[in-house]
């Protein structure tokens, strides 16, 4: 921050942030996070944003997504592979769980005035 913001010393970065410099102190020698505010204040005045002021510069949102892909990936292959092994009963079970589960989306996504009753 220090060198971001082109200050020498803890105490002028804590003028800058209009924090004392004892709370400042805090957010820097224990794991306490700045509040929202501050975190702001610090977007503003550096133009780096809260991604990478909470994970570094290193941090790169697409290796995020793409964890997050593989993950969504394995659980439907795991679904389909689960799904493919059931015998006829089971997959009347299954089937009739997921209408249920379909029609609670649409219950909840739908306000009550709109619904229409079905036939």
């Known amino acids: 921050m220090k060198t971001l913001l082109n200050t020498t010393s803890v105490v002028e970065l804590s003028q800058i942030l209009e924090v004392k ?28 944003d809260l991604h990478h002021l909470e994970r570094g510069y290193a941090y790169d949102f697409e290796e995020e997504d793409e964890v997050a892909d593989s993950r969504i990936h394995t659980k439907r292959s795991k679904l389909i592979e689960l799904v493919n092994s059931l015998d006829e009963d089971e997959l009347e079970i299954v089937s009739d769980f997921f209408h249920f589960c379909e029609k609670r989306i649409v219950k909840t996504q739908t306000p009550k005035k709109d619904v229409q009753p079905k036939d």
Not at 28 to 47: C, F, K, N, Q
């Open 21 to 48: 410099r004892t709370t400042l102190s805090s957010w820097i020698h224990s794991d306490r996070r700045p509040p929202m505010a501050v975190l702001l204040r610090i977007t503003e005045l550096t133009g780096v």
